[in-house]
């Protein structure tokens, strides 16, 4: 299921695995205090927008997560990033929304900061958790933690490097 769904999106399947890893350890009966359910963690309304009902059923779960991640992929497509860069800015609003890193990317250009380069939006970051962030017209949504988004890229990426360890052959 994971080779498969991971092709649609024109991933890795291991990197589609250490997502899937990280949001449910590979438990489909995993919900979130939040509602999220399944293998990748899906909540209700974004099941029922991509057309799933049923957030238990694996293959399922996996097509509407994928689906979800290639919208989000979609964003930033034609923006110049390097294929690593998307995948990070993906996995980034898949965590926090798309509006949160929409914020972290205008700031980072105000700021003159390349906004295509997640390493340069890890230096705005903490600048987005200061009061003075609701000042800022470039940022739409207020103050950002971003904390628990770092943390997950920072994860998916060594679950992912530790998976082509496992199993160097993609």
């Known amino acids: 299921l994971i080779i498969k769904h991971a092709k ?3 991933w ?7 997502v899937i890893y990280q949001e449910s350890k590979f438990s ?5 205090h939040r509602g999220a359910r399944g293998l990748m963690q899906i909540m209700p309304q974004t099941g029922r927008y991509y ?9 399922l779960n996996i097509e509407a997560g994928v689906k979800h991640l290639k919208r989000l992929q979609n964003l930033w497509k034609n923006t110049g990033m390097d294929e690593m860069e998307l995948v990070k800015f993906t996995l980034a ?3 926090a929304g798309e509006g949160r890193i929409a914020d972290c990317r205008s700031f980072a250009t105000e700021k003159g900061y390349d906004c295509n380069s997640w390493e340069d939006i890890l230096k705005v970051i ?3 958790r200061e009061d003075s962030i609701l000042e800022e017209a470039s940022v739409k949504l207020g103050k950002f933690q971003g904390h628990e988004t770092i943390a997950y890229i920072d994860s998916i990426l060594q679950l992912y490097n530790a998976i082509c360890t496992i199993h160097p052959a993609a």
């Open 51 to 59: 057309g799933v009902e049923d957030l238990l059923n694996p293959d």
């Open 126 to 128: 903490p600048l987005m």
């Open 8 to 10: 649609a999106l024109g």
């Open 28 to 32: 489909i009966n995993s919900t979130s």
């Open 12 to 18: 890795d399947w291991r990197m589609l695995a250490a």
């Open 93 to 95: 609003a898949y965590n």
